[in-house]
């Protein structure tokens, strides 16, 4: 019988040792925003209001994240409407034809203490490239006003070339950078499984 229970055991200790850890974000408290240079004197910034991401995560400090992102490029915002529009069109996102922004992670490094870089494919206006971003983790809590839910928080930040994506082609650099700079911050919520 001990023999039957040690044999067991072995069997099932690896799916514990592994088991994942799924996180979803908490719009309330997230946000992906974005910064573009206008005629290289200010700085215009703007944010989707409709996107999911979600984490898995086998390590209590996502060492071993896995990130998912789907953005609707209709839910561009930057507070003025006309530019909005514009943004919307065919000069730009061109959102009747791709609706949709994805980015899924390929890959994360360890940098320092709960600071990453990481690396994944960005499809946007029907091109696909690799981008690696800074992601810093900053930790969990138990919040009691969400009956008790775990809580995480992950900060991103990164630079992408938004022509190498087709982007805004009619627009050049000394009218609107090239860089697009990203900056998302999100509290993620632990999925009971």
Known sequence: ?????????????????????????DP?????????????????????????????SSEEDF?????????????????????????????????EQYPTMTFKSTGISKIAEHTYKLTGD?????????????MIYRGQVQNEMTYGALKAGIQITGTIDRSEFDLGNGFPPPMISNDVRIKADGEFIKEEN
């Open 122 to 134: 960005l499809t946007l206006h029907g091109i696909t490239k690799q981008v690696t971003v800074d």
């Open 63 to 95: 060492s071993d994240a896995q990130v998912e992102l789907i953005v609707q490029t209709a839910s561009i915002d930057t507070r003025v409407d006309q530019r909005n529009d514009h943004l919307k069109s065919a000069d730009f996102f061109n959102v």
């Open 1 to 25: 019988m001990k023999k039957l229970t040690f044999i067991f055991t072995l069997l099932v200790m690896p799916l514990s040792l592994f088991a994942q850890d799924n996180w979803v974000e």
């Open 28 to 56: 309330a408290h997230s946000k992906l925003g974005f910064t573009v240079t206008h005629l290289g004197i200010a700085d215009v910034p703007g944010h989707f209001n409709d996107y999911k991401v979600t984490i898995t």
